[in-house]
């Protein structure tokens, strides 16, 4: 089966700073990588996703990148904000009802 | 947006009881649900996947005597924590998955559970 594993678990960064999460995924038929935030004991929420037939996409300050070749997709924040604390989830599917999720990052943003 | 409503949103119970928690996809029909159990700052472990009008498939060690699930219709799943003991304390979460390709599923918000 699918196996996803996500980096840093914590990320700590100044306002202003940009922060970048990896993930990696073991499964070639993996095509849709989703992204969620989510907010203490809140639901998770999706920010951002890719689907295998694109290398690269952005919403205003927030970028995904997949490598499919390394079997790689990293979330990129830029500009980052105190209301970007939260804990992200990378995930990877393969449009068979299937998710598999990373273990998270919970990300830090110091004012 | 899709909506996926969860009820209760918190719920007390004494040891040894059942507690039935509801999954409602509001503005769309779900092909697939999904049950999660998330721990304080833990990933989303996946419980059990169900599909409408079919028995749930439930994850290696997931008791499915102890979690009944239900997928009677396209909007609507149940999990039932049968016996309940404090060691079952979590947030469970249930996501809709719509089922048409690339799409993502989306998340109720959660029920917080605690056995005394």
């Known amino acids: 089966g699918e196996n996803v594993e996500q980096h840093p678990s914590t990320l700590s960064v100044q306002e202003g700073d940009s922060a970048v999460i990896k993930c990696t995924y073991s499964?070639?038929?993996?095509?849709?990588f989703p992204w969620y935030k989510q907010e203490l004991g809140k639901r998770p929420q999706l920010i951002i996703d890719?689907?295998?037939?694109?290398g690269e996409k952005k919403d205003q300050r927030i970028a995904v990148t997949l490598n499919k070749t390394a079997k790689h997709f990293s979330l990129h924040i830029t500009e980052t904000q105190p209301e970007d604390s939260a804990v992200y989830f990378c995930?990877?599917?393969?449009?068979?009802?299937?998710?598999?999720f990373g273990t998270g990052t919970s990300l830090t943003v110091i004012p | 947006g899709a909506v996926v409503s969860q009820h209760p949103s918190r719920v007390i119970c004494k040891s040894g009881t059942s507690v039935k928690i509801e999954c409602r996809s509001l503005?769309?029909?779900?092909?697939?649900m999904f049950w999660y159990r998330q721990f304080p700052k833990k990933s989303l472990m996946l419980m059990a996947t169900?599909?409408?009008?079919?028995?749930?498939?439930?994850e290696q060690g997931v008791e499915k005597d102890k979690f009944l699930i239900n997928h009677a219709s396209l909007t609507l799943s149940t999990l039932t924590v049968t016996s309940a003991h404090p060691e079952d304390s979590s947030f469970y979460i249930c996501?809709?998955?719509?089922?048409?390709?690339?799409?993502?599923?989306?998340f109720g918000p959660g029920t917080r559970l605690l056995v005394l």
């Open positions: 996501s809709a998955w719509p089922g048409q390709g690339w799409e993502t599923q989306y």
């Open positions: 499964d070639s038929a993996s095509n849709y």
């Open positions: 890719i689907r295998s037939n694109v």
């Open positions: 995930a990877a599917s393969n449009t068979g009802n299937q998710f598999y």
């Open positions: 503005d769309f029909q779900a092909t697939t």
């Open positions: 169900s599909n409408e009008g079919s028995k749930a498939t439930y």
